[in-house]
């Protein structure tokens, strides 16, 4: 009997070892997760520093370019005015003196120099197409004729620009 005994042991040592090893590779069932990002909507106007006309005679027009970088996510148009505060004529001023004629602006699909307003104007007929990181370039050229009526001086306007996103 005592080969019996050992048979038995040997037999239970084995269960042993097999609910041992069974039990180490043991793993819990697996599982997944969705992670939702919501992207908003952006747009960055990145303007060139300040620009200057050069002195200007009465009766001539003086004018220089500019140049608005643009970055959208989405479909986009930029508008532009005068600062309306200040400038609510469109018109460049000298202390409290403002010039004869409006401020104008070319650019974007504004082909011919047309008067800035205090009022926001697209500068595209229709909106235009989301941009790369790189941007957008829209190149402006601005305009300020002088009058005799115009005392000599050196005259300011703040033009703002407004990137939309419809």
Known sequence: MSNGIAIIRIGALAA???MVVAGAGYGAAG???SVTTAAAAGIDIDVSGSASIGSTAP???GTTS???NVKSNKAWNLQVRSEPASYPNGKAKNGGTEMTDAFQLMGGDISSFTNVTSSYANLFSSNQAKTTG???DVDLDYQQCVEYED???NYTIVIEYLGVQP
């Open 16 to 18: 042993v070892l097999v």
């Open 31 to 33: 599982g997944s997760q």
């Open 59 to 61: 009766g001539a027009c």
């Open 66 to 68: 500019s140049t608005v």
């Open 134 to 136: 790189l941007g957008v």
């Open 151 to 153: 005392s000599p001086g």
